[in-house]
Nanobody, 123 residues
Framework: QVQLVESGGGLVQSGGSLGLSCQVS????????MAWFRQTTEKEREFVAA????????DYAESMEGRFTISRDNAKNTVYLQMNSLKPEDTAVYYC????????????????WGQGTQVTVSS
């Protein structure tokens, strides 16, 4: 059983920055690939970024590359998403997800999900 709890969402102006955290509760010694997705009422769930179990391999959606950074601290069981140069179109509910260990983190089957945290970017 894996539990994920996101935090750090909020309201920010266009061009600003925001950092999200995802606290992971899982069986000790088991590391998962982790990812962030986002969703709005108008769009289907969208891949944002992913990171492999040891943090050495990351992948990003094209529109986020260079603006967003995913990282993890396995000692703290936490995954982070630093978002810079935010745009109004980044407004969404952001979800943290966990999946099996793999090098292809973008295509992994993410089966555990958090409840989401709202990010709103004002113009």
């Amino acid at each position: 059983q894996v539990q994920l709890v996101e935090s750090g969402g909020g309201l920010v102006q266009s061009g600003g920055s925001l950092g999200l955290s995802c606290q992971v509760s899982a069986r000790p010694g088991i590391l998962y690939s982790m990812a962030w997705f986002r969703q709005t009422t108008e769009k289907e769930r969208e891949f944002v970024a992913a990171i492999n179990s040891n943090g050495r391999n990351t992948d990003y959606a094209e529109s986020m590359e260079g603006r967003f950074t995913i990282s993890r601290d396995n000692a703290k069981n936490t995954v982070y998403l630093q978002m810079n140069s935010l745009k109004p179109e980044d407004t969404a509910v952001y979800y943290c997800a966990a999946g099996p260990k793999t090098s292809d983190v973008k295509s992994a089957r993410y089966t555990y999900w958090g409840q989401g945290t709202q990010v709103t970017v004002s113009s």
